[in-house]
């Protein structure tokens, strides 16, 4: 059995994570266009009792 | 037939009859699990020897009539997620490489309990945070992926190297690797099942449930897992026929980007459906232009927070692809995490509004079957692309957004011989309902075998 987890190829460069950051932020910032007029968060979900 | 290779449901009766004991069972198990892994890799830690002790005491307990019921003297393998004391919870990291933990999580506590015997912890794609698990190899074809991030317990469980296992599910972590490997996956409702002691990576979409070859073996595992105290029949699933229940067909989403030979298989499902009985609604299904960002909008800096003090202290320890998301999750405004949080409101509102008009929605689990293994992207037809992770957790997300539960089981093999899966997402609380229909479906069409895998 391989009990070693995968090994790092090295730290990651700067621009790579600046990139993804960039990526992310691009996906997530399609929620500006929606209108969630007074909506509140709905941190977790409760099954019994609906949004908590 | 070896023990190994017997679903969850045979072995049970066989043990209740007197017919195999869990010492035979488990030896096999051990045995396929010894002679398959140094190629498949499906297991961090493999503790034969505890896994043995504990089969000779249920066959000493089931001996002496003390038998606790369809998990006793069953082999278990947990995600490496998953605390068992005595055993590292290595979420095959460096990271975390020399942890040992001290006590059990509540659910391998309540397995335990339940007589089911753990066999050792399988390989995760580092941390969960990623649909491949590199490291492991597709129990179907080795060249391709596991699928992930629980994609070592899918592996374990098709391979005959686990009765049944446990996975995690954050966006399709169960039901990817399941789907891939030609095995069940159940993602319970959200907080259904207890998390304690299970490292997370997003609080609010993970969740714990089982990873078992057919869809009867789900049932049993998953009333342990809720520490069902209703009794045997709680949880119990009708064979009867699927009169009167809805089924809904999406027109949006979960066809689109699909591979035509996975569409062909989930519709054809669907009219076997239909012939036990169900009806077959057409849906829309909502806020579709959101998923994305609403998932991402969650699991990304929740993650991130989770990991902030080892990222201080050793952040060189992690693998580069999860290390840069990780550090790149620092840059999520509060302000795009609670509108994720606010949109998921509105989503929620919006499916169990779907639900009033179905009791399911049937549609593919994944869009296209195991990738090779290497393989970043996938073009489609119209000249799109997405990444591979992309692909995998597009289908999947919605039920972790919105806490419903969803099960995959397998409904065919592409040309290629690699299985599809589909998946039936209920309203909250609804398992009963989609181990009822995946029941009719794999008793009316069989259960998938097990693939042809090859002793290294």
């Known amino acids: 059995m391989d009990a070693s987890p995968p090994a790092p190829a090295g730290p990651p460069v700067p621009d790579e994570v600046a990139a993804t950051a960039r990526h992310i932020r691009a996906v997530i910032s399609a929620l500006h266009a929606l209108d969630l007029g007074d909506t509140p968060p709905a941190p977790t979900y409760d099954a019994a009792g609906g949004d908590r | ?456």
């Open chain 2, 1 to 456: 037939m070896k023990p190994c290779e017997l679903t969850l449901a045979d072995a049970s009766e066989a043990i209740a009859a007197g017919e195999l004991s869990p010492l035979e069972l488990t030896a096999s198990v051990l045995e396929r699990a010894d002679a398959v892994d140094g190629h498949l890799n499906a297991y961090a830690t493999l503790a034969a020897d505890a896994a043995l002790h504990a089969a000779a005491r249920a066959q000493e307990d089931i001996a002496a009539g003390r038998y606790r019921g369809p998990l006793h003297g069953i082999p278990v393998a947990l995600k490496d997620l998953v605390d068992a004391a005595g055993l590292p919870t290595t979420a095959s990291s460096r990271v975390r490489a020399h942890h040992m933990a001290a006590t059990d999580a509540t659910v391998t506590a309540r397995l335990r309990e339940a007589g089911a015997i753990v066999l050792g912890k399988t390989h995760t794609h580092e941390f969960a945070y990623g649909l491949i698990t590199p490291q492991t190899r597709n129990a179907w074809a080795p060249d391709r992926v596991a699928g992930g991030s629980s994609g070592g317990s899918a592996v374990a469980v098709a391979s005959g190297g686990a009765t049944f296992a446990l996975g995690t599910d954050t966006g399709g972590s169960i039901r990817v690797p399941a789907a891939l490997n030609g095995v069940v996956g159940l993602k319970p409702t959200y907080d259904l099942v207890p998390r304690h002691g299970v490292v997370p990576l997003s609080w609010s979409l993970d969740h714990v449930g089982p990873i078992t070859r057919t869809v009867r073996d789900a049932q049993p595992v998953l009333a342990a897992l809720t520490d069902c105290q209703q009794g045997p029949g709680a949880l119990q699933t009708t064979t009867a026929g699927l009169t009167g229940i809805r089924v809904g067909v999406p027109r949006t989403y979960y066809f689109d980007h699909v591979t035509p030979e996975v569409e062909a298989a989930v519709r054809t499902a669907l009219t076997h459906l239909r012939e036990l009985g169900a009806d077959l609604v057409d849906v829309d299904i909502p806020m579709t232009e959101y998923i994305h960002a609403v998932h991402w909008g969650l699991m990304v800096p929740e993650a991130t927070a989770y990991h902030e003090p080892t990222l201080r202290s050793s952040s060189h320890l992690y693998g580069p692809d999860v290390r840069v998301l990780l550090e790149a999750g620092r840059e999520v405004p509060a302000g795009d995490y609670l509108r994720a949080q606010r949109a998921r409101t509105l989503m929620r509102a919006s499916w169990g509004r779907l639900f009033d008009e179905v009791d399911a929605i049937a549609a593919p689990t994944v869009p296209t079957t195991a990738t090779r293994a290497g393989q970043d992207r996938i073009e489609w037809p119209d000249g799109t692309t997405e990444t591979v992770s992309d692909a995998y957790v597009r289908l999947s997300v919605p039920a972790n957004i919105t806490g419903m539960p969803s099960l995959s089981f397998p409904v065919g093999l592409d040309t290629a011989g690699l299985p599809i899966g589909m998946q039936l997402i209920g309203p909250p609380s609804a398992e009963a309902t989609l181990l009822r229909m995946g029941r009719a479906y794999e008793d009316a069409r069989g259960v998938l075998p097990l693939p042809a895998v090859h002793a290294s």
